[in-house]
């Protein structure tokens, strides 16, 4: 139970050093199963050469309780470590992964290698025997299974958003350290004078370990990043699905240029570049020749689209969001957002996303979402052919779906192939482009733009004075963005890859473009076709 909980915990913190990659997270699983494959062949060593498993087991509880808290201490040091050697490796993509396995390695193998020695230690302790031996593994093996169970869902739902990060590593060393005790005493084999000494030096050791741990290693992490961005925290918490954070500039004012940091990785932000995608995303479903009335939004972030969607003449749109406490931090963004979280149109959902339309019978007009960067794990449940299905079958005659695609940390091939897989799903589509970004919009009905019914929804006086402090005072300013109809886009994406379920490959292939500036280069790709429209 401890060590699956504690796996939770350890993971949210490397997430927000190493930026939540499935790179991360295979770091964090490697080393876990690594450190426990490796006791479980110490663990033969040891039950050779001991005379009570029982204390044996015992005293590995206790190095486990108190080598949690000293790696505390080791974990407080990460960002600052990564950034030296990112540094001293030119991030290089091969040799930053190597680097960030081996910081795995550092703070987590001992934990997880006194892990891999319990269970058979605690199987000969238990075990009897003869003919009752496979049931006595059976019911270790059954107990720690189970335990296992409990432990990730006590780490991730009760722990985590209860006592946070910090306090939570805390509570289960001192649950190990307990544990350690308590089997020394339930045996008699050692004299009471010898468990009484042990005791003593491993709660004076465990005293001065929690003596001189960090405050708390979760704002540490962040703190550094602050810190280093010259950023002060307005809003943090460590909530069941990430940790989140808003911050800003020390100098700023106004809140014209906050970010919203989910686990560790810039999510969103209400700088002007960003409020005006928010925007043009908003009114970009709203210049075709059709009235959207029943709308469905996911991804929250700063609920600056939302907030703006909020403002047309719609009659309810729902609002999905995997994450409570991003919506609680939304008050900070009101001044580009309108709001948002009061506004009577809007029904919210705290859920999954795609999990949303696979349970919902609704139809709706308008589909839209903002997902989180690509190169983050499970983003790309966005992107793939089946959940466009899923988008055309929750669609009303006529009804849109609009997608967002950066240019920027993307290659060539990767934009194509992304920009394919939503063409091959829609049969009606169009592409525009406004700052970096592409914006798709795809429908099971031929689009056509409406300049008429575009500039009647554009003038309610909320929706204009909205829209016109980014620029767009009247339709023909969005109509700008156009670039491509569908012979276009088929003539740009030229048979590029599809991305499905079973295959995210570019869940693998973006966090190794993180780091590159490519705009030009994916426009100079697409450009060619811009002029056949």
Known sequence: MCALALEVLW???LVAVFIGTTYAFTCVLTTVLFGIAVGGIFAAFLIDRS?????????????????????????????FTLDSLRIAVDSQWGSLIAVKFLMAFSVMFLPTLLFGITFPVAVQAYAMVGDRLGRDVGRVYGANTLGGVVGAVLGGFVVIPLLGIHWGIILFSLVLFGIGLALLW??????????GALTAAATVLLALLLWTAPDDMSRRFNQWYLDRGGL???????GVESTVMVTEPVDSEGGFDRTLMINGSPATASLERSVKSNRFQSVLPMVFDRE?????????GTGVTLGTLGLFDVDQIDAVEISEDVLDAAYLFEAHNFDVVRNPKINFVIGDGRNYLLTTEKKYD????????????????????????LCLNRLSHGGMVSQWIPLHSFNPELIRSLVGTFADVFPYRTMWFINTDLFLVGSNAPLAMDQVGAARRMAAPAVRDALSTVGFERPVDVFASFFMGEEAIDAYVNDAPIMTDDRPWAEFLAPKLMARVTISEALAEITPHIASV
């Open 51 to 79: 005379r009570n498993h029982l204390v044996l087991l015992g005293r590995i509880e206790l190095l486990i309780g108190l080598s949690c808290v000293l790696m505390m201490s080791v974990f407080a040091t990460m960002p």
């Open 186 to 195: 339930c045996s008699d084999s050692e004299s009471v004078r010898m468990r």
């Open 292 to 300: 959207p009335k029943n709308l469905l939004f996911m991804c929250f």
């Open 366 to 389: 308008l589909i839209t979402f903002e997902p989180m960067p690509l190169s983050l794990a499970g983003v790309s449940n966005f992107y793939t052919k089946e959940y466009y299905q």
């Open 232 to 238: 002060t925290a307005l809003y943090y918490t460590e």
């Open 11 to 13: 993971t949210r913190l």
